[in-house]
T-cell receptor, first 114, second 114 residues
Framework: AQSVTQPDIHITVSEGASLELRCNYS??????LFWYVQSPGQGLQLLLK????DTLVQGIKGFEAEFKRSQSSFNLRKPSVHWSDAAEYFC????????????WGAGTKLIIKP | NAGVMQNPRHLVRRRGQEARLRCSPM?????VYWYRQLPEEGLKFMVY????????ESGMPKERFSAEFPKEGPSILRIQQVVRGDSAAYFC????????????FGNGTRLTVT
């Protein structure tokens, strides 16, 4: 069955520390992979996406993600978090040519310690 | 520079009542998508519409739920005879084209059925 797993429901990180949010997927075809962020009271915003090519993808707000086919993972990273990064982060996987038939993870809430 | 506008932000209905959720897409966007997010779960696709047409309703429950996107005015997601299990956050997204164009999300409507 197709699925996306974000193993961490909550993660707490000190401001200025590095961050890695995990995402594992199970998908039969070549996946298209996305990370979205939802700040409190806001809609979801696309951080970055992977369709093909270089497996290290750069996104907005200093985020990057690496696609590892052998591990079925697409982890999100940031070298130094800021208090404004506190939000919920969602990983999603989709099929080629479909921007809306996505399978979503349950999200990871990022808490920033001052 | 208005984004995707959803209203109301919060909606409380008693069991058996009707719920109407509205979504105005971004200016220039003619593709609208509705998603539902149950507590501690990822988003689930419900329906994809273009002006006056339902393109894909494979995620819509067979009964009580309907959606429209008229020539003029917002897209409406209608839930008749609501039950407690309908309590969720409902998100609308829009895009300028289909296929690989990115989705822009609204802030969601949180429906509570008492």
């Amino acid at each position: 069955a197709q699925s996306v797993t974000q193993p961490d429901i909550h993660i707490t990180v000190s401001e200025g520390a590095s961050l890695e949010l995990r995402c594992n997927y199970s998908y039969g075809a070549t996946p298209y992979l996305f990370w979205y962020v939802q700040s409190p009271g806001q809609g979801l915003q696309l951080l970055l996406k992977y369709f093909s090519g270089d497996t290290l993808v750069q996104g907005i707000k200093g985020f990057e993600a690496e696609f590892k086919r052998s591990q079925s993972s697409f982890n999100l990273r940031k070298p130094s978090v800021h208090w404004s990064d506190a939000a919920e982060y969602f990983c999603a996987v989709g099929a080629s040519g479909s921007n809306y038939q996505l399978i979503w993870g349950a999200g990871t809430k990022l808490i920033i310690k001052p | 520079n208005a984004g995707v506008m959803q209203n109301p932000r919060h909606l409380v209905r008693r069991r058996g009542q009707e719920a109407r959720l509205r979504c105005s897409p971004m200016k220039g966007h003619s593709h609208v998508y509705w998603y539902r997010q149950l507590p501690e779960e990822g988003l689930k696709f419900m329906v994809y519409l273009q002006k006056e047409n339902i393109i894909d309703e494979s995620g819509m429950p067979k009964e009580r739920f309907s959606a429209e996107f008229p020539k003029e005015g917002p897209s409406i997601l209608r839930i008749q005879q609501v039950v407690r299990g309908d309590s969720a956050a409902y998100f609308c997204a829009s895009s300028p084209q289909g296929r690989n164009s990115p989705l822009h999300f609204g802030n969601g409507t949180r429906l509570t059925v008492t």
